[in-house]
Each structure stands twice: as C-alpha cells, then as structure tokens.
C-alpha cells in the first residue's frame, strides 16, 4: 500500500491491482484499485462502555483520536467513577457526558453519536452490542465477539436491520504481517495449505483468575462466556489461523469440524489447558495448543504448513517461504496496529469496502471454541501432576511435564492423547457444518 501526503489536509490510499511475493512476477493475485481521502471523513463523536482493565487501552485510544482531531468523545459509562477519578475527569473536561448505566447512555445519546467502544466482559458484548447498533451506533467491540455462536449471529441480524456495522478487536488482523501472509497463502505462493498451527505457553498465577468475576467461569449472569486462553488471552492467535486457513483474501476458513481435549490445573471452572484440532472444508487441519500451566513462558508462535513453503509468525519476525524465496520482516509494533485500528474505524465508517475483523471473522473463531466444549468436557488434571508454588505474592499452578508435551505435540502435530500423555482423554469429533446454537457443550 502506498499512503502519502497530498498536501496538508488530505491523505490519499491507493491499493496497487497487482501485488507480488518475494519479487516473483508470477505469483500476484488482483485487488480492485480504491481512493479514500482523509477530507472526506469528517470527525467522529464517539461513546464508550468502560475505561479499566482492557479499557484503559480503549479509553487511550479514544484520547488519542481526539487530540489528533478525529474523534470527539460525547459521553462515555463508568461504573467505578471513584475508581477511574483521573480519567472520567479528563473525559468531562473534553465535554463528554459521563453515565453510570450503558442503556441511559445510549438512550439519552440514541442518533446522535456514530461509534461505540465496548472493552467489557466477554459475556456482556452481544447485548451491549445491539443495544448501541440500535441506538445508531457503530461499534467497536473488544474480542472475543461472543461466548456463543447464536450470540454472534444475534449481533449479525442487529447489524442487518440498523445497517450499522461491527468490528471486532482482535489486534493481529490488523498488523501489516497478517495480510502479507494471507496475500501468500491465497496466491498460491505455498501450495496446497496442509496445516496451520499455534503453539502457546503462558503461565497465569491465581490473581490472574481473581481480577474479575467471570475470569475462569462457563457463564456468568446467565449468558456464556467460555473463559479460556484460546477464548481470551490468545483468542488472538485462534482467530489468526482461522483467518489464514481461508481460501479467500478477506474472510476465514470454512469450519468442517473440531476435536478437542480441554483441562484445567487452576481450580476454576473453564478450561486453562487445550488442544484443539479443527478440519476446515478444503480439509487443512488447525491445531491449537495453549496453556496457562506451564512452567516457562512461550509464544505464541504460529506456522504455516503448505506444500510448496510455509510461514513462520511470532511477535518478533514473520518468515514466509515460498521454493526457493524465503522473505523475514519484522512484526509490526503494537502501538503501528492500534492506529491503524483507529484508521480503519474512520474509513469503515465513510467506506463499506474497508477492511476489518468483522463478525464473519471473529465469529469463525467463536465456532471452534463451541465445537471444542462440545467435543470435550473440561476435565481436572489429576492432583498428582499439579504443583502450586508461591510466586511475586502469588501462587503459581504447573502440570508436571506440560511443557514438554506442548513442544512434542506442536512438532508432531497430535493432540495430548495422541502422544499417551497419562491425564489426557480424547474427545468426539464435533461436526460443525451446519452448528447454529451452542447449549452447554459435552459432559463429564
């Protein structure tokens, strides 16, 4: 993409017809040729639905836009005011209505503000959602989309019949990496895709699963929420290779099926320790193992298994190749990402065609998480392969030899059971061509 100033009030994007990999004149795939000016968006008033935890991050963002000038914050809802003096201050200083309750926010505000940031509890995205899309509202809403897939698919007809729009804020499809991968994939570049796969090793001490009330938890208040490291923490990553299984520039695989054994070493209710294989209907395999129960940190990393080359991602660098090419760039910085989540926001709002992680992404990710509580209950790991030590003021829980048996089954590309890990069960085979409501999922 070549985006450059056309002088000091206009910015002018122009996405090539022909992109090419690794200076091969032979792969190229064709992307229409589109213009979108920077004087044609005007600013943006802007509402949001909590500022701490993850919503710091929402709220700087939001601070950020304004002092540039593009977006203006016109009321905003805050349960802990006390809590959040400094920022709710700030915000009313810059004239945005503060509020102790979404729905009044959005009532009293209904027509009147084009974008709503919603980085609140997984369990709480689906109403919240098409309560703002009902008040007229865009919205950008943090990840997962939802803890059910019937939940998305609710949002999905809410976008519908408002003609309003969702994005989803899962950070890493918006990173330069991630499209120049997909660009690869869909070119051809790497063949027939065999398998995609995400390796995660990220221990979480007991205050990890304190921070909130639904941190761990199945459900809460009566909606689903599926806590897990593969819904949450690193739903990132799960998402990423759903998107890069797709056979199509912009949209995510086609889910045939999921296999999944799911356990947990903390005492809570979900799942901190999984490996999940999907089929997708070209017949790819996913494989997703991920713990918070290890004893060291690891990744996430993700590869790419085609037949004529392959990729390499983690937070670091991005390897493709391709024969005998082979191209390493740096991953993009966060701080490069969020802004440009912010840009694509602005554009989706004047521009349908812009590219974001809408519901028909995230809600692919959604998909396999349900096909994996159906596949499988979440079982303990026996006492006898649990150590909890004390750790920073904290306590810290690890599963004998876990480590090692995410690196194995990573290399060999089995699930736990596969690989006669004592405590692992294997679960069903979840057929998931034409799954439209998630129910409680499998039981012990």
Request: charged share 20%; hydrophobic share 40%.
């Amino acid at each position: 993409m070549d985006l450059r100033q056309a002088g000091s009030k206009e910015m002018v994007l122009q996405v090539p017809e022909r992109l090419v990999f690794a200076n091969n004149p032979v792969i190229f795939f064709h992307w229409p040729r589109t213009t979108l000016r920077h004087k044609d968006i005007p600013m943006i008033s802007a509402c949001i639905i909590g500022i701490s935890g993850f919503g710091r991050t929402h709220y700087n963002d939001l601070i950020a836009e304004t002092e540039a000038g593009r977006m203006k914050p016109v009321a905003a809802t805050i349960i802990n005011q006390d809590e959040e003096r400094e920022r709710t201050e700030h915000l009313r200083s810059l004239g945005c209505e503060v509020f102790t309750d979404y729905r009044e926010m959005l009532s009293v505000w209904s027509g009147r503000a084009e974008l709503c940031f919603i980085p609140t509890g997984i369990y709480l995205h689906a109403p919240m959602s098409i309560a703002a899309m009902n008040a007229g509202m865009n919205v950008f809403v943090e990840k997962p989309a939802a803890g059910s897939i019937q939940d998305v698919r609710a949002m999905q007809k809410a976008e519908r019949e408002t003609g309003r729009f969702v994005a989803v804020g899962y950070q890493t499809m918006y990173a330069t990496e991630t499209m120049r991968m997909k660009e690869a994939i869909v070119s051809g570049a790497l063949g027939e895709i065999i398998t995609v796969k995400c390796l995660g090793l990220w221990p979480r001490m007991d205050k990890y699963y304190a921070r909130n009330r639904w941190a761990g938890a199945l459900t809460c208040d009566g909606a689903w929420v599926l806590d897990s490291p593969f819904n949450n923490a690193l739903a990132h990553q799960l998402n990423m290779i759903c998107f890069l299984a797709g056979t199509e520039l912009r949209k995510s695989a086609q889910i045939a099926s999921v296999e999944a054994e799911l356990h947990h070493g903390h005492n809570i209710e979900s799942a901190d320790t999984a490996a999940i294989r999907a089929t997708t209907a070209t017949g790819a395999k996913l494989l997703f193992l991920v713990t918070h129960c290890s004893s060291e940190s690891f990744g996430p990393e993700i590869v790419v298994r085609g037949t004529e080359g392959s990729i390499r991602w983690d937070f670091s660098t991005t390897t493709i190749t391709s024969g005998d090419n082979r191209e390493t760039f740096e991953t993009e910085p966060v701080d490069n990402v969020r802004t440009r989540i912010m840009q694509r926001l602005r554009e989706r709002i004047a521009d349908p065609d812009t590219f974001t992680c809408d519901l028909n992404i995230a809600g692919t990710q959604t998909l396999v998480v349900n096909g994996a509580h159906e596949s499988s209950p979440v079982r303990d790991i026996p006492a006898g392969f649990i150590t909890r030590t004390p750790a920073d003021d904290d306590v810290k829980t690890v599963i004998t030899g876990i480590d090692k048996a995410m690196h194995q089954a990573f290399e060999q590309e089995k699930l736990f059971s596969e690989l006669d890990v004592p405590w692992a069960v294997p679960g069903q085979t979840v057929d998931m061509t034409a799954y439209t409501s998630f129910e409680g999922g499998a039981s012990s």
